[in-house]
């Protein structure tokens, strides 16, 4: 498998265990309506409405789509647009918070079988995907084994790391639940090697009812179709869903959710965030869905005074996003926030050198080269045959490349564009 070998940078976190963010009354809470991916939430709320934490304040607009829920007690003060990551705004509905019950309002008891508990619950892909759960747990066909996600190759980021440390148990309760569910033959967590201690942790509870991998550290190993082959040597089809080769795959994050779902009838009303890099004390942080970025930030003591005109990413320094506001709101797919300097921000990009380390770092194969060419003389269908919808966006490109051209943000504005290619060709 190709790759590259960025520096983990995890030494700040993944040793911290989780905190509890404390919610204070008067706080707001921003919870967006399309933090997943299909159709938006739709709204069944007003504003002055009381709500209790875990209340249904949005059904999903589909099949594929989520519920949202209350993070916690409050009041509905209004239904509005909220900033957001992918597009400058996206529909929201804005909670302050009151004086908290410490419980929540449960999953109805009467809701049985793991999709229908997970679609009740919200739960979404929670690696980042942000797919909705109940779709992936309602297979085309028979499947024979669950594949979870342990890697957590991207640099900065712990939270995986410390929820199989600190919940292992609960992580192979919601592995044999998914297993029963969908009648598996297995169940493997691959863990990436510099993660030795959460191996063990998952190890020593699983008294062998599941399979334990240690992977070699090597980016992008967290990908599904790189976690597949190197956890069972099968490569999954181009244009194809781990589900042709029987497999399943789940985020270590979306396993636990679903143990909180069936187990304590509890839907996805929090996560836990990552906040490192250029801030005074980085943390884990257990925060409320639709916390700002810079409530989490100053929960952290702040970005460091002598900071040089820092850069707020959501996520990974590979895959996230770049913060074009802190009032974006935490979502059920953010899993960091990373405060990076100048000098490790973006650079700007100098002329191409065709050295081809792009070519050879891809980790589907791709052309990155040919790719960047064909998309800035909007040569679409060149892009197409190029398999640009293969590209991953995992940046192993980028971080290669010793022009610094930035290849993820042009491939991430292009990709859409190639459905559009594909019902022209099958319309002949």
């Not at 269908?381 to 190029?386: G, N, R, S, V, Y």
Request: glycine share 8%.
């Amino acid at each position: 498998m190709q790759g590259v070998h960025p520096h983990d940078c995890k030494l700040a976190t993944n040793q911290l265990a989780v905190e509890q963010m404390p919610i204070t009354e008067g706080d707001e809470f921003f919870l967006s309506l399309t933090q997943h991916i299909g159709a938006p939430a739709k709204p069944i709320v007003k504003k002055g409405q009381e709500v209790k934490a875990g209340e249904l304040i949005a059904e999903a607009g589909g099949f594929v789509s989520a519920n949202v829920h209350s993070p916690v007690d409050g009041v509905v003060t209004a239904i509005d647009r909220c900033d957001y990551p992918v597009s400058a705004k996206a529909p929201c509905i804005v909670i302050k918070a009151g004086v908290q019950s410490g419980t929540w309002v449960k999953i109805d008891e009467s809701i049985t079988g793991l999709a229908d508990i997970a679609k009740a619950a919200g739960l979404t892909g929670m690696g980042g995907a942000g797919f909705p759960a109940h779709v992936k747990l309602t297979p085309p066909n028979q499947l024979e084994t669950l594949l979870i996600n342990g890697a957590e190759c991207e640099p900065y980021l712990t939270c995986d790391h410390r929820a199989m440390l600190e919940r292992a148990e609960d992580l192979i309760s919601g592995a044999l639940l998914v297993k029963e569910a969908l009648k598996l033959q297995k169940v493997i967590f691959g863990i990436e090697a510099n993660k030795p201690d959460a191996a063990k942790a998952i190890e020593a509870v699983a008294d062998g009812r599941v399979e334990v991998k240690l992977l070699p550290m090597l980016y992008p190993q967290g990908g599904e179709k790189q976690l597949i082959y190197s956890c069972t040597g099968k490569e999954v089809p181009e244009g194809k869903l781990p589900s042709e080769l029987a497999i399943i795959v789940h985020n270590i994050s979306t396993i636990l959710a679903i143990h909180d779902a069936v187990m304590e009838r509890k839907p996805v009303i929090s996560r836990v965030v990552t906040v490192t890099g250029a801030v005074t004390n980085p943390k884990n942080i257990l925060a409320p869905l639709g916390t700002p970025i810079s409530r989490l930030i100053d929960y952290c003591g702040g970005i460091k005074l002598d900071s040089i005109s820092p850069t707020v990413v959501l996520g990974g320094p590979m895959t996230g996003f770049t913060a074009h506001s802190l009032a974006i709101p935490s979502y059920k797919g953010m899993n960091g926030v990373l405060v990076l300097e100048k000098t490790e921000a973006e650079p700007n990009p100098l002329p191409c050198i065709r050295c081809g380390r792009c070519l050879r770092a891809c980790p589907m194969g791709l052309s990155p080269l040919a790719l960047e060419n064909f998309a800035r003389n909007n040569m679409l269908d060149e892009l197409f045959d190029a398999k640009l919808s293969s590209c991953i966006q995992c940046s192993a490109c980028n971080y290669v490349c010793p022009s610094k051209r930035p290849l993820k943000k042009i491939f991430r504005l292009e990709i859409p564009k190639m459905g559009e290619i594909m019902k022209r060709r099958q319309n002949g």
